[in-house]
């Protein structure tokens, strides 16, 4: 799960299980897709949220509410940008605990959430990661 599909030079690359945000016919070129998107400052890390299963395992199909709950409490988001001064050597002496395109895991509603043309995305702290994981799926909170 952790291969990314390819694309287009500047376009926002998501992996499977991860819906692209829904986009405005102003923003039709994937050049212009890319740069809506903030860039993180600082030590922080901007991340996506893992899109719910739409069904149970039994195959019920589940209400919105409860996938709305269940993107919101993920414990698991996709690291998509990291800012410049993130993973400093002096405060994180063994190395960066996670890179862009990583699967990581952190406190429930952690960071600073924001919506960008219908999708949610997370700024968060990087010392906030607690985990990489290279399959999210079947992860969930406890």
């Not at 986009?23 to 996506?48: H, I, N």
Request: aromatic residues 8%; glycine residues 6%.
């Amino acid at each position: 799960m952790s291969e990314a599909i390819a694309v287009p030079e500047n376009e926002l690359i998501l992996p499977p299980g991860i819906k692209a945000p829904e986009v405005d016919s102003e923003y039709e070129s994937a050049e212009v897709k890319a740069k809506a998107l903030p860039e993180p400052k600082g030590w922080r890390l901007l991340c996506a949220l893992i899109d719910p299963d739409d069904t149970y395992e039994s195959g019920l199909v589940k209400a919105d509410a409860t996938k709305q709950v269940e993107e919101l409490t993920s414990p698991v988001l996709f690291v998509i940008k990291i800012g410049p001064t993130a993973y400093d050597p002096e405060k994180f002496p063994e190395g960066p605990w996670c890179k862009e395109g990583d699967f990581v895991i952190t406190r429930p509603y952690t960071g600073t959430r924001i919506k960008i043309h219908g999708k949610e995305f997370r700024l968060i702290n990087d010392d906030q990661v607690e985990a990489t994981v290279e399959d999210p799926r079947g992860i969930s909170r406890v």
